[in-house]
């Protein structure tokens, strides 16, 4: 009787094992899917998974006159060895565009060199890094993270260009609640600094929250860069800041050659395309590699009609 009850119990678990080990696959084969399908639709905002994929698409906007900042994805690195890795790929990032004659600087962020292990460990990564920028006379674009980085990536921001000055630049997001401070320390230091509105969902207590309040504060950011700043970056496809920009430098005897737009790779190409015609100078951020998902989930949440271009596209065909 023992043995008759041992033996179901152990069909059963079989059983059990045999319908975990199918769920498990049916997940993993479904995970994979799903992340190789949004791809497809991701290709609006992303150049591709390698450089090899993106480098074309810089060359035929180069060849428009348009700059590049290429922007491997990434973020929140937890382990040494990823995270020298990654440094190990900018690197080559930065050899890649010199072999390949591109008009590109690169962007980097900070948690995929290690901030999030040890902030000395990560300064060191990021000084490996801008010694190859400054050897080849290249240029490094430090990223703004969220605002739990925010003090982290400006002190090490303001270390970087010490040593290394206009090899290094940073961003600030025009929403949070410090950035006045911030801009006018930085502006004092002639940094290189690139303005955006803020792409990270942050509280109420740390930034703005209403979106003429942010253009509000973007403005007032953006003229003490184009006064105290040799050339600041102006990053936005918002036209009430673009108009306001055209305006106030043309009002103050601003050159166009005095700063430059930038704006998204997949948004506004014949905007940038425009720029270029009327004299002014224009970048479109590049971003490539596998780790797409969080960066086109930003892109999607940012503009009602990013999502209805992606939707249209799933029915194309």
Known sequence: MFRKI???????VGELRSIHYFQTAKNQIKSSYIMKLPFVLAKRFVAGESFEDAAPKVKELNEKDIKITLDLLGE????RKTADETVDNYIELLQSIEEADLKSSISIKL????????QEYCRDNLFRLLDVAR????????DMEGSDYTQMTIDLFKEAFKEYGRHVGIVIQ??????KQDINELAEMGADVRLCKGAYKEPERIALQNMDAIRDAYKEYAKVLLDKTTYPRIATHDDELINWVRDYTEKNNIGKARFEF??????????????VSEGFNAR?????????FPYFKRRLMERKENIWFVLSTMFQN
């Open 111 to 118: 948690t995929m060199m290690g901030l999030d292990i040890d």
């Open 6 to 12: 041992c033996c179901k119990m152990g069909k059963k």
């Open 174 to 179: 025009a929403y949070l609640h410090r950035s």
């Open 135 to 142: 050897q080849n006379d290249q240029f490094v674009r430090i």
């Open 76 to 79: 929140n690195v937890k382990d």
């Open 262 to 275: 930038q704006m998204l790779y997949g948004l506004r190409q014949e905007t940038m395309e425009q720029f």
């Open 284 to 292: 479109i951020y590049v971003p490539f590699g596998t780790m797409w």
